[in-house]
Nanobody
Framework: QVQLTESGGGSVQPGGSHILSCAAS??????MGWFRQPPGGDREGVAV????????RIDASVAGRFTISQDNAKNTVFLQMNNLKPEDTAMYFC??????????????????RGQGTLVNVST
C-alpha cells in the first residue's frame, strides 16, 4: 500500500509560479501525478509521470506552463506551475496508480490520493 504526503499550495498572483510536491512511501505503483478540482467544478487530470520509465503526460489546459518532475532518491514528484491563471484555482490532489489514464478519468481506480492542497490564483 502506498502513502502520499503532499506539500505546497497557497495563494499566488496571476502570472506567478508555484510548486507542489508529493512524497510516496510503501509500495509505490508506476505512476504518480496530480488531478485537480476547481470550486464547484469537476475533477480534471493535470499531469502524471511514470516514475520508473520517465514518460509524462500533461493536460492540454496546462501544457507549456506546468511540468512534472521527480526526485528518484526520495520517491517524490514535483508539479512546477508557471504563468498561473485564475482558472487554475483548485484543490490539487496528488495520486498514485498503475495506469496514467486513471489520473484523467476513472479516478476511483487510483491506488491512493493525498488529502488535497488548495492553490488559489487571484490578485
Amino acid at each position: 500500500q502506498v502513502q502520499l504526503t503532499e506539500s505546497g499550495g497557497g495563494s499566488v498572483q496571476p502570472g506567478g509560479s508555484h510548486i507542489l510536491s508529493c512524497a510516496a512511501s510503501g509500495q509505490v505503483p508506476n505512476y504518480m501525478g496530480w488531478f485537480r478540482q476547481p470550486p464547484g467544478g469537476d475533477r480534471e487530470g493535470v499531469a502524471v509521470k511514470h516514475i520508473r520509465g520517465g514518460a509524462t503526460r500533461i493536460d492540454a489546459s496546462v501544457a507549456g506552463r506546468f511540468t512534472i518532475s521527480q526526485d528518484n532518491a526520495k520517491n517524490t514528484v514535483f508539479l512546477q506551475m508557471n504563468n498561473l491563471k485564475p482558472e487554475d484555482t483548485a484543490m490539487y490532489f496528488c495520486a498514485a496508480g498503475s495506469r496514467s489514464e486513471y489520473f484523467f478519468r476513472n479516478w476511483e481506480k487510483l491506488d491512493a490520493r493525498g488529502q488535497g492542497t488548495l492553490v488559489n490564483v487571484s490578485t
